[in-house]
C-alpha cells in the first residue's frame, strides 16, 4: 500500500525554522507531483507549495520567499523547509501525492495523504 509519513514538526517562536519530511513508499509507479497543505483549527486546507517530477515548484502567496519545497527521487522524500516562520503559520501540515501535469495547490488533484504534523508558531 501507498504511505506517506511526515515529520519534522514541533514548536518554534516567530522567526524560527523547521523542516518537514514526507517518507514516501509504495509506489510502483511515478508520482507525478507532490505537495504540502496546511489546516488550521476553524480553516480550510490551503495549498502551501507542490512540486513535479521535472522539478517546477508552485508556492502559495503567503510562504513565497520563507519556504521552499524539494523533492528526493532517489530517497523518496518530500522536504519543506521553512523559515522566517509566523504565528499565522501555525497549522497541521500535511504531504500529499497525485498526478497533475504540473505542480498544483489545489488539492483535489491529489489521492494520497498522510497523516499531518504539527506545527506551532509562537509569538
Known amino acids: 500500500a501507498q504511505v506517506l509519513v511526515e515529520s519534522g514538526g514541533g514548536s518554534v517562536k516567530a522567526g524560527g525554522s523547521l523542516r518537514l519530511s514526507c517518507a514516501v513508499s509504495?509506489?510502483?509507479?511515478?508520482?507525478?507531483?507532490m505537495g504540502w497543505f496546511r489546516q488550521a483549527p476553524g480553516k480550510e486546507r490551503e495549498g502551501v507549495a507542490a512540486?513535479?517530477?521535472?522539478?517546477?515548484?508552485t508556492y502559495a502567496d503567503s510562504v513565497k520567499g520563507r519556504f521552499t519545497i524539494s523533492k528526493d527521487n532517489a530517497q523518496n522524500t518530500l522536504t519543506l523547509q521553512m523559515n522566517s516562520l509566523k504565528p499565522e503559520d501555525t497549522a497541521m501540515y500535511y504531504c500529499?501525492?497525485?498526478?497533475?501535469?504540473?505542480?498544483?495547490?489545489?488539492?483535489?488533484?491529489?489521492?494520497?495523504w498522510g497523516q499531518g504534523t504539527q506545527v506551532t508558531v509562537s509569538s
Open positions: 512540486i513535479n517530477n521535472d522539478g517546477l515548484a
Open positions: 500529499a501525492a497525485g498526478w497533475p501535469v504540473t505542480p498544483t495547490l489545489r488539492d483535489y488533484h491529489y489521492s494520497d
Open positions: 509504495g509506489y510502483t509507479y511515478p508520482i507525478s507531483a
